[in-house]
Every structure is written in structure tokens, then in C-alpha cells.
């Protein structure tokens, strides 16, 4: 199979790159973002923060699942201890049709952002947010290890 070209284009400042990608799939866009030549560039960016986020919530999952929690229950029960470091969320979660769980959801940014923690809010449309979408939307990484939590079977829905 042909390598397929993939151009990014940004208009603040002199990032156009052509580069060759394995496919012309979403996941080729991963691979590209990867890269240290476009990761240098685009360092600066929010899309850069958020997947620098997703790849530390992804470490520390494999180093130590007590610091890091996703799915509505176990991420909520770690923002009333005030354990949450890092908030990654969706933006289509704030775009459900339930108007009680939109306001969960805002509930949780702001009380995170209260106590100190970073809220990042993913977009749907970029590669790092449709993973974050395949974890249920929403996902913590903590300041200190919850192992109790880890081990309850929390199933409540914002």
C-alpha cells in the first residue's frame, strides 16, 4: 500500500508540513503527532497538552492504577476527596441532551478547578479526544494514590 501524504496547516504562525503517513486512517494522524519534528512545532498548542495528558493518564494507568481513575463514577467519587490533579474531559459531554448530567459535568470542572486541579476539555473531532471518548469521556489523574477507590465496583452515571 502507497504511503498517503498528510498536510497540517496552521495559520498563526509557519507550520505546514507534508509528511508521509502509514494510512490515510485517523490512527495515521496519531503516528504524525508523534513524531518529535511535529511535536516540537506544535508543542505550544492545547491539541499538544491534551495528547501530553492522555499519554500521562496512560503511564500512570500502567504505573499506578490507584492515581488514575476514568468513567463517571470513579472520577467523581476522586473529585469529593479533592484527589484530582489532572480533569480530562470531553466536549461532548457537555453537549448530552440530559440537562441534569450537563450540569454534573460542569459541576465536577469547576469544583476541580476549585481545589486546584488542572481541567483540560477534550474536543470529539481530534484523534486525542475520540480515545478519551472510548474511555467514557471522562478520565483523572490524581495527586495521591486512592486504593480504596480503586477497588470498589462504582457504577454510578453523572
Known amino acids: 500500500m502507497p504511503a498517503q ?6 495559520h498563526h504562525g509557519d507550520i505546514l508540513a507534508v509528511l508521509q503517513a502509514s494510512s490515510a486512517y485517523i490512527h495515521s494522524l496519531k503516528e504524525v503527532l508523534a513524531l518529535p519534528a511535529i511535536a516540537s512545532k506544535i508543542k505550544d498548542t492545547k491539541a499538544a497538552r491534551e495528547v501530553a495528558a492522555l499519554q500521562e493518564f496512560y503511564a500512570m494507568l500502567g504505573s ?17 476527596l479533592g484527589a484530582i490533579q489532572t480533569l480530562l474531559v470531553s466536549d461532548k459531554l457537555f453537549r448530552i441532551n440530559n440537562v441534569a448530567k450537563r450540569k454534573k459535568y460542569a459541576d465536577l470542572v469547576e469544583g476541580v478547578r476549585s481545589a486546584g486541579g488542572e481541567v483540560l476539555v477534550f474536543s470529539s473531532m481530534h484523534v486525542s479526544g475520540e480515545q478519551l471518548n472510548n474511555l467514557s469521556g471522562v478520565a483523572a489523574v490524581l495527586r495521591f494514590p486512592l486504593p480504596e477507590l480503586e477497588d470498589q465496583e462504582i457504577v454510578e452515571e453523572l
Open 5 to 10: 501524504h498528510l498536510s497540517l496547516g496552521h
Open 64 to 80: 499506578d492504577t490507584s492515581r488514575a481513575f476514568y468513567g463517571p463514577g470513579h472520577v467523581l467519587a476522586a473529585a469529593e
